[in-house]
Every structure is written in C-alpha cells, then in structure tokens.
C-alpha cells in the first residue's frame, strides 16, 4: 500500500477556501458516487464549525487518484487552534498553502508557514478565489514570495510551484491564460511534489507510531490517529506505549486498526511506514506520547507546543437560578469534562485553583476557550465563568507578557477612531498603507490583554465593514495598566420575573440585557449603565392600577429590543469582581457576590490590599 502513498495537508489563512478546496476533490477524486447527496464544507462535520464557517478540528480524509493514495488533512486556519496545525505538520510529507488572490498573505498565513517550513516541508501554493473581481493573482504572489524570503526558506523551499484555482467552482490551471477545466492540474502537481513516504520509511525497524490526533468512539473507545513513522504493524499485535519522556506509560493489544477511505474510517489488517491509520485498544495513551513495538528503546520526537496565553476559570454554577436547565452541575463532572479536553487538546492547559469547585483553563485565545464553553453547555453543563486574564512569565525580574501582531484592513474614514482606540489599548503602530478599494490596511504590535473584547467594539466602531486578524508575536515587557469598561453595571436588586413597565422605565438609565418576562435575581446583571458607576435596579415593580379607566397595561408599554450578549462577548464584557453564568437555556452576567454587603466588603478588601 505505501508504494503509491502521498501525505499532505493543506494549510491557509481562515476563510481562504480549504475545507471548500477538499470538498471539490472529494467529489473529483470519486470519494462520493455521481448520485449520492453529500452536505456542503463535507469535512465540517462538527455543529459548531458549520454555525461558526470555522475548522476548528483538523481531520483526515484519503483520495485514490489514479494509482495513488493521497491521504489529506485539512487543518484550522486561525491561530486560536494553531495547536492542532503543529501537530497535524508532523505526520505529512507536503502541504498545499492556499492564499486568497485578493486578500494575499494574512497572519496566519504567516503562522501555517512558518509551521511548515521549520518542518522542512516544501509547499505548493494555490492562489485561491482568482475567479472573483477583486482578485489580484500576481501582488499576492509577490506577498507570498516575500514572506518566503522573511520566513528564512530555503532555496529548495523558496522554489514553490503555483497554480491559480477557484476551490468552489473546482477547477485549477498553471497559468492564468489558460482554460480551465477541473482540479486535474492540482492532483498531478501532489503527486508529483510531495515526496513518496516509501524510500525513506524505514520498514525494517521496530514498529514505532507517533499519536498525533486523540477521540473516542462509542464501540472503539479512544482511537488514536498518527503516521507510522517505522516498520510494521497488524491487529492482534502486543504493542507498548511510551511518554514524551521515555517512560513505559502501558502495555497493550491493538484490537482495530482504521485507514482512511473518503470521509470514512474503515478497519484494515496492517499497515506498514508511511501510512496515516487510527488505532484502537489502548486505555491511558495519549497525543504526543508513541506508540511501539515491545522492544522500541525510545520515543519518537514530537514538537514542543506554542503556550497558552489566555486563561479563564471555570467553577460551578451556584446562582439561584442553577440546575434548571443542565443535568451536569456538579463539580466532579465539570473537572472530568475538562480534564478529558486537555488530553486531546494539547493547546489547552487545565490546572485545578484552591477552590475545590474551580479549575483555570489556558488556551490560545478567547474563541478556542469560547468554543470548549459552547461545547459544554450544548452537552448539558452549567458553568460560571470568570473575566479572562492574560498569562504573564517572569525573565530576570520582569514580568512579560503576550503581544500579538494585529492586521486590521479598514475603510479609510475609520482609520483615525481605529488608530485612537488601539493605542488606548498600549498598540504601537509597525505599518500603514493602502490597500486598494478606499481601504486601509494598519499593521500594529499590542498587548493581549488590550485586545480581549476589543472585537465587537472595532466592528461597532468601523460599521462592520473592518477586518481584524491577530497572531501571537512575541512576550515583551509589561505595558502598564489598560483602562477597562466605562460603563457601570445595572444590578437587580431583587428575585423575580421583570417587568415591561420597570424595564420601560429603567431604559433611560442605559442598555437592557433583558427582555420582560424573564427570571431574575439579586446580583444579576440586567443592562449596562450609562454612566461609570454600577446601580442597583429594580426589574420587578408593577405599574399601579388605579379605578381610573386610562389606566392601561403593560402589554401597552413598547421596549427597546434588548442587546443579546453572545458567550464570547459576554467574557470580554465582564469585569474582575463579575461571573458569566452558562446554561443549556441562556447565558447571564452576574455579581461574584450576590449580595450588595457582600458587594461593599470585597471591595473595600481590593482596595485595601
């Protein structure tokens, strides 16, 4: 089998057409029959990425081209699940880079290369979308040249073939004069570069196999996906598996072996170097950890991964209003679920506090860490959240932290308010030129910190029509305080259902969060203030009735609609002394301490120590 084997991923900017590029040779490399319905983005199997048109999780897939096995990964383009990039990178021999021919290179284009090149890779590039009207095909490919150049690739690496394509429409060519037909151009051009695993498997020696990817499966139990990266393997064999470190983490039988075939994983006797499979019938094995024959004296190397930046903690819930909604409230699940998610998710880091009912969670960013709370409270859990914190490091006495490059393309009216709020936030400015179009492309270095909950902020600010992207840079020395939100906090200060008249009459005092109707309690965040200061609000009062017939009622009364706090936006709105409440049913925002004494002392406590 591994004579005719080619192992690539594709690797690109989110939202530069990967998932819509695999679906396409899907179809053509004949994964689907002429008649059979198959859903759109095929390879976004999970509910979020569809709702989120994100990949969060890469996966594998494997084309028969020809004489040909191509096994492809498809992996996320933004930097939040750039974890699983690294990852992914070590079980292939190529990697197609796609680049949008009119957005060009972006940061995490910067980020999937520079990933690729260390490995020794050598990329094809595809120009992405050229079929659209603002498509610019050959400054693109000065960009991406040029961030070759900036990356240190090698002559052989600088070399890069190029195909012009459009992943939707399916088809590629090697030049823009000629015509198009299909993606043959692309699959001649895999075959063709990426090397064959087979002259330099090393078939003879020790079956030995690095874990790269990690689920479970109702019947299989925890499958562990990777590259056999020496000799051979069949089912039935007595395998043992060994940590990072060399130590002997188990001893096993390996009950199923899986190869790729279309979307599906179907079982196989053996397999041998240079093939991609997924293996069943080990307990404690892990991501990173290898996997080999009895006789394997060392583990495989495998890529220290980037470190998380961003931190929140997750305790339970314990509002008034808990347990209505989740079936897991209890804080022996909450650490399971978690501690399950930092086993396959190598990018995030659970660590337990001194709080018995809380654990902090670290990852790359607030949309992976967004993403892991969205997908436990879709599986039934009720959680608190806390305001993410940034992770600091000390060298030689002083504190570090995370800066990030940020890219942000903008009309050019809104260039000024961009520039005034970013350098609030301690941004500095690196580059500032047109980008064609009336817009303006800014190019600054800030802190982490000043970015979190900047997003929905900067798309208010620039009427939706800016586009932000951020990648981690580098640490530098601490920037010095940010200012936080300006405006208070509207806090009921009582336990009920609101009201439409008390919600009508608090409308002048700032924005509700809250429509009428709903359940409330004392602590509970309603709205925002206008002003700087928190407030203290009742929610529940009820217009009086008096035997005066122009009395009417409250059905009379017209709201303002309220503003509805996505998960993400509502851990960027919160403050330190402020929770998140997460259930199955609705999101709230809440006081740590629900009650207004409880409120004054903590305070007086911050400000005395």
């Given at each position: ?203 003879d020696e020790p079956f030995a196999f690095l874990v790269t990817m990690l689920d479970s499966d109702a019947f299989l139990g925890r499958v562990l996906t990777g590259r056999v990266e020496s000799g051979r393997v069949k089912v039935g064999d007595n395998v043992k598996a060994l940590s990072r470190d060399g130590k002997e983490i188990e001893r096993g039988r390996l009950t199923k072996l899986l190869s790729f075939r279309g979307l599906k994983r179907v079982p196989v006797e053996s397999a041998e170097a240079g093939d991609i499979i997924a293996i069943a019938g080990l307990v404690d094995t892990t991501v990173a950890d290898t996997i080999g024959a009895i006789d394997l004296a060392a583990p495989l190397p495998s890529t220290p991964i980037d470190p998380p930046t961003l931190a929140i ?297």
């Open positions: 089998m591994a004579e005719r084997l080619r192992n690539l991923a594709i690797i690109a900017h989110v939202d530069h057409g990967k998932t819509t590029l695999v679906d396409q040779l899907l179809v053509q490399g004949g994964a689907f029959r002429a008649n059979e319905a198959h859903a759109e983005r095929a390879m976004d199997s999970n509910d979020q990425e569809r709702e989120r048109g994100i990949t969060i999780l890469a996966k594998c897939t494997s084309i028969v081209w020809r004489d040909y096995r191509l096994n492809i990964v498809d992996t996320p383009g933004h930097a939040d699940f750039g974890g699983e990039v690294e990852r992914i990178l070590g079980m292939v021999d190529g990697c197609v880079l796609l680049v949008d021919a009119s957005e060009g290179v972006m940061p995490q284009t910067k980020f999937v290369l520079s990933k690729a090149l260390k490995r020794g890779l050598r990329p094809m590039v595809v120009l992405n979308k050229v079929d659209r009207p603002s498509a610019e095909p050959d400054r693109a490919l000065n960009e991406i040249f040029e961030l070759f150049l900036a990356l240190g690739a090698s002559d052989e690496q600088a070399d890069f073939p190029i195909l012009y394509a459009s992943g939707k429409e399916g088809w590629a060519k090697t030049d823009m004069a000629a015509e198009h037909k299909d993606l043959t151009p692309l699959f001649d051009l895999i075959v063709r570069h990426v090397p064959d695993p087979a002259p330099i498997a090393r078939k903690t997750v305790s339970i819930n314990d509002s008034p209003l808990a347990g209505r909604a989740g079936d897991k409230v209890q804080s022996r699940v909450i650490r399971a679920r978690l501690m399950a998610e930092a086993e396959s998710n190598v990018a995030i880091r659970v660590t337990e506090t001194a709080n018995k009912d809380a654990y902090e969670v670290a990852g790359r960013g607030e949309l992976q860490l967004g993403v892991l709370v969205e997908t436990m409270r879709r599986e039934g859990f009720e959680l608190s959240l806390s305001r993410p914190k940034v992770l600091t490091r000390s060298e030689n006495g002083q504190t570090l932290e995370p800066v990030e490059e940020v890219v942000i393309d903008v009309d050019d009216e809104y260039t000024g308010v961009v520039i005034e709020k970013m350098s609030i936030r301690k941004a500095e400015l690196q580059d500032m030129r047109p980008s064609g179009g009336g817009k303006t492309r800014l190019v600054m270095l800030a802190p982490s910190r000043g970015m979190v909950g900047y997003h929905g902020e900067f798309l208010t600010d620039t009427r939706g029509s800016g586009v932000m992207n951020r990648l981690f840079h580098s640490w530098a020395p601490w920037k010095g305080d940010i200012p936080g939100r300006r405006n208070g906090a509207l806090i009921s200060n009582d336990k009920g259902q609101s009201t439409a008249y008390a919600l009508w009459n608090l409308e002048e005092r700032g924005q509700m969060f809250i429509a009428d109707g709903e359940n409330v309690y004392e602590g509970m965040i309603i709205g925002e203030n206008s002003r700087g200061e928190d407030l203290d609000v009742n929610p529940l009062k009820g217009k009086k009735l008096t035997n005066v017939r122009a009395s009417g009622k409250d059905e009379s009364i017209r709201l303002t609609p309220p503003r509805r706090l996505t998960l993400e936006q509502a851990m960027a709105w919160i403050e330190d002394d402020e929770l998140v409440e997460v259930t199955p049913a609705a999101i709230r925002i809440r006081k740590a301490h629900l009650d207004p004494n409880e409120r004054k002392k903590a305070q007086r406590a911050r400000e005395a120590g």
